[in-house]
């Protein structure tokens, strides 16, 4: 990232009669597209040729921050580093080019790796079965819903339509829920952030089709009363959903299966090493435990006895929730990290990532306000900076953090804290990168104190100022016509 | 011991544990009830270099069969310029994440600007957000929003000859969210709209939707349609392959009030169904119930154009349950691979992609009926670039024999027996269309 900003838009470097492209010439004489079915208006597309097309989207991209820049330690998003041979097998010449629609022997190499990364995922999870269709996270959790409630359907059991949320939940939860059309009901946290068991005994009846839970969760603390929570949820017919966002700091140790949830899913863009990409392409595999492997939805990708590959479509599945196989190539990527690290490394992979979050939360709490004590698992929330008689604000933290060079944590998340400021660290930074962030934080934490209005004018050494947030809002600019 | 992805050393290890207060790794998890931990080894292959990965890949990608593609139905083989790999590997963009922090994120806000213009423009409409997953997912977000904005009505009419893909898609959320679906049928492969026309008028339906071109590569003659829908105060909804926008009379020339679909025909790789990119585009007046992210324009504290996440609102984040969507991450990078093709291609480009797959496309349905073993499925519609013929042979055995030759040859569509559906894209030279057909002709 450079500090000047390239603010131009592709609009502006067009030029009538310039080109960026080569086709081959028309072989086919004597056919054009009858007017009556054509457009009739003209388009915006820019003319431009290639370099200035090249030119335009480097520039661009002196403006942006990612893993590849510098931390990032972006609390429950999980932003670790992505490894480049990904890249090369996503990109992978034998798999480009196939059409998912394509005879199942004409791709035998693109099944087996959905196959086995089933597999290896649901090992991992402690599942009896994955689907890769889901694409991404909030998606995984959609379909997890369907599988919960088809189980109940082909059941029967008609009238349980309630889920169990926690209040520290990720806000996909609720939402997920609601598209599902469960009606959502909200579980409180004790003082130490973790659900209470006591507020939940009086919510479970007959008519709750299950419970939503991350653990860790949203605020890094390990739910230790999870055997029990599970007995009562299923003690009352309903069924226990795992959000995988916070899996990293199980792997190694502990899996969602043998605690007692149900149904799971896992973010292949965050505990699997793909890129979040700008905000995607995920993935969001859905594992289950025996017994629910008919509801996945179709299409089944199954192994016969033979050792070839198929795809199944099941009448008792919940249904299809995507057109074909899901972010494919997102798979090839979290296939070729699963091989990477192997059981070998994927052993240690949680426990780094925790002690990461451990040493941070230790070497801070003397200038952040640590509202939780104790061990946390992949990440922790600070509840601003002890010293407020200032007024200087987490936002003004996270964003004279970007001065420093590097990206902000979550902030105003979760909700349970005003001055919410989520920090994950993964197993892929280093302690001298992690060294270098806590002096940045300790110095941030005595200018708040010596000189707040600098900080709360921050950045200074961005590409930009502050945004006006408010006005975007209030005079919308949703295309470039508006500047017209 | 060290692994090329875990930084720390031995040394650091202990330091650390030291400052958090434990002795060793397994002490950070003291909490953790022993019943719950897994005291064995995971069942899943050793950590492999890169070296194994290349040759399994290689050993994996050598069990797929490289095909010449006349395969259609929602994925198209069109042409991706070498520029997108290249720019969307930059690891600026690849290794971001959601624009929260717009001071450092101006790359990825002002490329999905750039979508939302070119996107919101190709469709005829007033405005796009920032992407859905796929053309399926788009189509049912646009139902549950229709739904949403009709408060009692609850039904969504849907023509059958919409992809069958995107239908099942619609269907499975429609049940889990509580929609009436009804299927309009098709009358010689187009949505019979005298059947549209008398189940809008019991006054239920809260938006329809349509194919076009539909599933069966016919662009339908739509007109009449949305006054058709807007007089019983339902929404229309288009559904169509992006790249054909910009030949065909936009869904926004149709009247519609929110256009959906595939962008895949952009110039992304088929990559065996994905990653693709939904995109979503509505009137300005229902710009509050769209789901997913959005970017406006807006300025910083010392005037300059800048662009931010805005209206959010709307989203999971804010509003939870009561969101208009669950959507969170989106389809990001596939925005800009879109936006950069779009970009190069320019007007010129697109029209000609267009121009050639049409072309292309009704010559090798010429040829096939020249054969005398091809008929026409639907006669006297328009198709664009993809069709259906009936034929007398057994279209699994010809599939199998194009197949050993090297072809991809055209899908069984599903409602038409005893016939098969052919797509042609730009990539189609004469010579592969030829080679098909003699194919067929010794078939």
């Known amino acids: 990232m450079n500090s000047t900003y390239y603010g131009t838009l592709i609009f502006e470097l067009s030029k009538k009669g310039r080109k960026g492209y080569s086709l081959p010439a028309n072989e086919f004489k004597g056919y054009s597209i009858p007017e009556n079915i054509s457009r009739q208006s003209e388009t915006m597309l820019p003319e431009a040729d290639e370099q200035t097309v090249v030119r335009h989207y480097t520039n661009m991209s002196n403006n942006n921050f990612g893993v590849d820049t510098g931390f990032y330690p972006l609390g429950s998003c999980t ?202 392409p995920g993935s969001g595999p859905i594992g289950v435990r025996a017994g629910l492997e008919a509801y996945l939805p179709n299409p089944q990708v199954k192994k016969a006895d033979n050792g070839t590959f198929y795809v199944n479509y099941d009448n008792d599945s919940l249904g299809y929730i995507s057109g074909f196989f899901g972010n494919y190539a997102v798979v090839l990527r979290a296939y070729t990290f699963l091989l990477s690290a192997g059981k070998e490394q994927f052993a240690k992979m949680g426990s780094l990532a925790v002690l990461n979050a451990n040493y941070i939360k230790e070497s801070l709490k003397d200038c952040y306000e640590l509202p939780i004590q104790g061990l946390c698992k992949h990440e922790f929330v600070f509840n601003g900076l002890i010293d407020k008689s200032q007024h200087v604000t987490t936002l003004d933290v996270a964003k004279r953090l970007l001065d420093y060079g590097f990206h902000a944590p979550t902030i105003y998340f979760p909700l349970l804290f005003h001055e919410a400021l989520m920090i994950e ?54 295309t470039y016509k508006a500047y017209l | 011991m060290a692994y090329k992805y875990f930084p720390h050393t031995e040394e650091d290890i202990q330091q650390m544990l030291k400052v958090a207060g434990v002795q060793t790794l397994a002490d950070l ?95 005829g409409m007033d405005i796009s957000n920032a992407s859905m997953y796929d053309g399926a997912t788009a189509t049912a977000e646009a139902m549950m929003m229709a739904v949403a904005n009709a408060k009692k009505k609850n039904k969504v009419l849907v023509s059958a000859a919409l992809n069958p893909a995107v239908i099942r898609v619609v269907e499975t959320y429609a049940k889990y969210h509580g929609v009436e679906i009804q299927l309009i049928p098709a009358a010689n492969g187009a949505t019979d709209k005298t059947a549209l026309e008398a189940e809008l008028a019991h006054g239920e339906t809260a938006r ?5 071109p539909n599933y069966y590569g016919i662009a339908e003659d739509l007109s009449g349609v949305a006054d058709m829908c807007h007089e019983q105060k339902a929404l229309l909804i288009i559904n169509a392959p992006a790249s054909t926008l910009a030949a065909l009379k936009t869904p926004g020339e149709w009247g519609a009030d929110i256009a959906v679909g595939d962008a895949q025909s952009l110039g992304l790789p088929m990559s065996f ?164 057909v003699e194919l067929i002709k010794e078939a």
């Open chain 1, 79 to 280: 932003m670790k580093y992505n490894p480049k041979i990904n890249e090369e097998n996503a990109s992978h010449p034998a798999f480009q080019g196939l059409h998912p629609l394509a005879p199942t022997t004409a791709v035998q190499g693109a099944l087996e790796v959905y196959y086995n990364t089933q597999k290896i995922l649901s090992e991992l999870g402690g599942m009896s079965e994955f689907t890769l269709n889901p694409f991404a996270g909030a998606h995984g959790e959609l379909t997890g819903l369907m599988v919960i409630r088809n189980y109940h359907l082909i059941r029967g059991d008609l009238k349980l339509t309630k889920i169990i949320i926690a209040d520290s939940a990720h806000g996909t939860n609720p939402a997920s829920a609601a598209v599902c059309g469960l009606e959502v009901v909200e579980v409180k946290s004790t003082d130490n952030g973790t659900v209470d068991v006591e507020a939940l005994k009086p919510l479970l009846g007959d008519d709750v089709a299950g419970m939503m839970m991350t653990n860790p969760n949203t605020l890094g603390i390990f739910e230790t009363k999870i055997p029990e929570i599970a007995k009562l949820v299923h003690d009352c017919g309903g069924l226990m959903y795992y959000d995988g966002a916070n899996l990293n700091p199980l792997l190694g140790v502990c899996r969602p299966g043998d605690m007692g949830f149900d149904v799971m899913h896992i973010n292949l863009h965050k505990t699997f090493s793909t890129p979040h990409g700008g905000g995607g």
């Open chain 1, 425 to 478: 660290p993964t197993e892929t930074e280093s302690k001298d990168t992690i060294d270098e962030f806590i002096k940045v934080m300790k110095q941030i934490a005595k200018e708040a104190a010596e000189d707040p209005e600098m900080v709360k004018s921050a950045p200074h050494k961005a590409p930009i100022t502050r945004v006006d947030d408010v006005k975007a809002v209030k005079e919308p600019k949703l």
């Open chain 2, 29 to 123: 998890y003291a909490e953790v009830p022993e019943e719950l931990k897994l005291k064995r080894d995971y069942n899943i292959p050793s950590e492999m270099s890169e070296v194994e990965i290349r040759k399994h890949f290689k050993e994996l990608g050598d069990k797929n069969k490289q095909l010449v593609c006349f395969a259609g139905g929602g994925v198209y083989d069109h042409y991706t310029p070498s520029v997108i790999g290249y720019i969307t590997q930059r690891s600026e963009f690849l290794t971001s994440y959601t624009p929260y922090q717009a001071e450092i994120s101006q790359g990825t806000l002002q490329y999905i600007f750039e979508y939302q213009t070119l996107m919101a423009d190709l469709t």
């Open chain 2, 208 to 212: 329809v939707r349509i194919g076009q």
């Open chain 2, 273 to 436: 169904g994905g990653p693709y990119l939904g995109y979503f585009c509505a009137k300005e007046a229902l710009v509050r119930k769209m789901p997913g992210r959005i970017v406006g324009g807006t300025t910083d504290h010392d005037g300059k154009r800048t662009f931010v996440l805005t209206m959010q609102a709307r989203e999971q984040h804010i509003r939870r349950q009561k969101a208009t969507s669950n959507i969170c991450s989106n389809q990001g990078i596939m925005t800009l691979m879109v936006t950069i093709y779009m970009s190069l291609m320019g007007p010129q480009g697109l029209k000609e992609v267009n121009e050639q797959s049409y072309a292309g496309a009704h010559y090798l349905y010429d040829e096939l009926l020249k054969t005398g073993k091809m008929t026409p499925a639907f006669e006297g519609q328009t198709f664009f670039n993809e069709f259906v013929v009936k034929t007398t042979l057994d279209v699994d055995k010809l599939q199998q024999h194009l197949l050993d030759n090297g072809i991809l040859g055209g899908l069984k569509p599903e409602g038409v027996d005893n016939a098969i559906m052919f797509a042609v894209t730009e990539q189609r030279s004469k010579a592969e269309i030829d080679k098909l």
